[in-house]
Structures are given as C-alpha cells and as structure tokens.
C-alpha cells in the first residue's frame, strides 16, 4: 500500500498519460458527514477492451510487458480495506474512468497530504496534456486547470520559473481555503 493517496492519483494519471490521453481530469471529494472520500480519475486516452479490463485489478495482470502492474490493484486494495472499493469503466478509443471509495473516518485511510506536488509534477511534467483538477470539502470548491496558466497545448507553452510558482501558489491557495494544505 502507498503512504499517500496522492501518490496513488501520481500512478493512475501516468497510466493515462501513457495511453495517449490529451485531457485528464482528477476529482477528489471529501464528506466528513457522510464518512466518504471519493477518488475520480478520468482520461480521453485508448481505453482498454473488455478482456483487459476485466483482468485490470489483478496485480498479476499488466500491458505493459512487465511482469505486474500494481497501479489499479494497490488503489483498490487500499480502497477496500478502508471499507470502500474501486471501479474501473473503460471504453476502447474514448478512455479511462477510475472511481475509488474510502471511508473517510477509517484508521487506515492513506493521508491525502501532497496533492499540490502531485498535480505541479504532473502538470509541469506533461505541459502538453490538459489537466484539471477539483476538489470538495464538506461543499466547499476548488477548482484547477493548466490551460488557465500553460495556454493551449498545441502551442509551445513557457515553462518559465514565473509560470510554475503561479500555479503552484494558486494550487496552495485554492487547497487552504477550502480547508486543505
């Protein structure tokens, strides 16, 4: 199991880049009253046939020529142990969707601390792929996306130190006013 659920979200959105996806979205909604974190992770990529997603939360199962592929699995074993699950629906040419459930108050839950890292990594690192991110606490919104601060992905965009502190500020920003860091 991973140390943090953000590094989870880092594994499943580099699948999808992988797959050729050029817009990948990731939603993250927090409900203390309902005792719900729900983890969403859409992608436009290749999507997978019915027999590969069938085998796609096996850990033993990978298409990519190695032995394992532990993504998806690791996701839903931490999921279920947390008293929730993972689903996976895929549609080949159209993409990727990964839905996991946890029990937000269970003593084994995974933090979910390093998402600013995770999403400037993955933005700053696939300039090209258009990334949004959303993310509700108890009803309270914050939303990101990369085009605001890379413009479009068929231009060059600046990678400038300027561009990467912005968006970085703005991810810290947004994450604490609605109650996260």
């Known amino acids: 199991m991973m140390e943090d659920l953000s590094l989870h979200i880092l594994d499943i959105v580099e699948n999808a880049v992988a797959a050729d996806a050029t817009r990948i979205t990731v939603t993250i909604n927090e409900n203390e009253r309902r005792n719900l974190l729900t983890v969403r992770i859409s992608d436009n990529g290749r999507g997978m046939s019915k027999k590969d997603a069938r085998r796609a939360l096996d850990p033993f199962f990978t298409t990519k020529g190695k032995r394992t592929g532990l993504g998806l699995p690791l ?106 860091t």
């Open 75 to 180: 996701l839903a074993q931490a999921a279920e142990h947390c008293g929730g699950g993972a689903v996976l629906t895929t549609v080949p040419n159209q993409g990727t969707k990964v839905a996991a459930r946890f029990r937000y108050r269970h003593i084994d839950r995974p933090p979910l601390t390093a998402m600013v890292a995770t999403i400037t990594a993955l933005v700053f690192g696939h300039p090209e792929i258009d990334f949004r991110y959303g993310h509700r606490v108890n009803g309270l919104v914050f939303r990101f996306a990369s085009r605001e601060f890379l413009g479009d992905p068929r231009s060059t965009p600046c990678l400038c130190p300027s561009i990467f502190r912005a968006a970085k500020k703005n991810l810290q920003t947004g994450l604490k006013k609605i109650g996260r």
